[in-house]
């Protein structure tokens, strides 16, 4: 029960915390599996601004069992940070799992890095 206190706090506080914020977010969800292709390509934004937090989205029932959710990411277009919505990918394989792509700051801080996500 401990374990279980301990984990949800984090998100509960997370949560909270966002209401802090002073923005207008548009939630956008999907009940339709999307199909993407995924690119080993690096890509770096330069600037000191970060990323924003990822968002807080509703999944939806999965299509089946064969499908995995995908989160959402931010990604930088014109300078500016723009919301990729989340959506239900099909597995390529039966045993494939979904490493989550992510955001890094360059070694001297004027950069940001994305390495997508893919499939293992």
């Keep these: 029960m401990k374990k279980t206190t301990l984990g949800i706090l984090p998100l509960i506080a997370g949560g909270l915390l966002a209401g802090c914020a002073h923005h207008h977010e548009?939630?956008?969800?999907?009940?339709?599996?999307?199909?993407?292709?995924?690119?080993?390509r690096t890509v770096t934004v330069t600037s000191d601004q970060a990323p924003p937090p990822p968002r807080v989205e509703v999944r939806t029932t999965a299509p089946g069992p064969a499908f995995v959710w995908i989160d959402g990411y931010w990604t930088n277009v014109n300078n500016r940070w723009v919301w990729t919505p989340g959506h239900?990918?099909?597995?390529?394989?039966?045993?494939?799992?979904?490493?989550?792509?992510?955001?890094?700051?360059?070694?001297?801080?004027?950069?940001?890095?994305?390495?997508?996500g893919r499939w293992d």
């Design 26 to 40: 548009t939630m956008v969800m999907t009940t339709e599996p999307v199909a993407t292709t995924t690119t080993q």
């Design 88 to 116: 239900w990918e099909q597995r390529p394989s039966v045993n494939s799992t979904w490493v989550p792509g992510h955001w890094d700051q360059s070694p001297g801080g004027t950069a940001w890095v994305w390495t997508p």
